[in-house]
């Protein structure tokens, strides 16, 4: 697999994981749940999208790659199963699951770590941290792509604070 196929599901995978785990504890946190209370619904929320996002990508992955395969079976007039090109294709599909599944779920512990540490102003430490986990992010997308890193780092935090401001929005910002 090469660095920017496997990099694709770790950006996808800790986007979703911060930012929607950021929503859900933003959310839970505005409603007046204690500090417990957040880290429950954040956890909740981590394993739900960890394993949904593994799931799909391995159902997402599977019918692409075996498409491919398909494509390649045509012109030889023989079926690839059994034989090192298909043993590739599952490796692919497996890892593509586990790297997607398991991006969702570390990212997720970015918003949920600050009310696990501090007993006072955890949603701010929560929003700082995950706006700041996202600046990495962007970092490692702008390389990965050989991009502009600075473009990539803003577009990572725009896409935070839009979540943060709708969110909070919605939550009445209190």
């Known amino acids: ?69 398909a494509e390649k079976e045509r012109p030889i007039f023989r079926k690839l199963t059994g034989t090192k090109i298909e043993r590739v294709t599952k490796r692919k599909i497996y890892m593509d699951s586990v790297t997607h599944g398991g991006a969702s779920f570390i990212g997720s512990l970015v918003p949920i770590t600050p009310f696990i540490l501090a007993e006072s102003n955890s949603i701010v430490a929560s929003i700082v941290a995950s706006l700041s986990a996202l600046v990495v992010l962007g970092i490692y997308s702008g390389r990965l792509s050989k991009q502009n890193i600075v473009v990539s780092v803003v577009k990572m935090v725009i896409l935070g604070v839009l979540v943060v401001v709708l969110v909070s929005i919605l939550g009445g910002g209190h």
Not at 2 to 22: F, H, M, W
Not at 24 to 38: D, F, M, P, Y
Not at 54 to 69: C, D, P
């Open 1 to 69: 697999m090469t660095g920017p196929e496997q990099g694709r599901y770790i950006i996808l995978g800790s986007i979703d994981g911060i930012l929607a785990v950021l929503g859900g504890v933003i959310g839970a946190s505005t409603a007046g749940a204690t500090n417990e209370g957040v880290v429950q619904v954040g956890l909740g929320v981590a394993v739900a999208l960890a394993v949904t996002n593994g799931i799909g990508s391995y159902l997402a992955e599977s019918t692409v790659e075996y498409a491919k395969l």
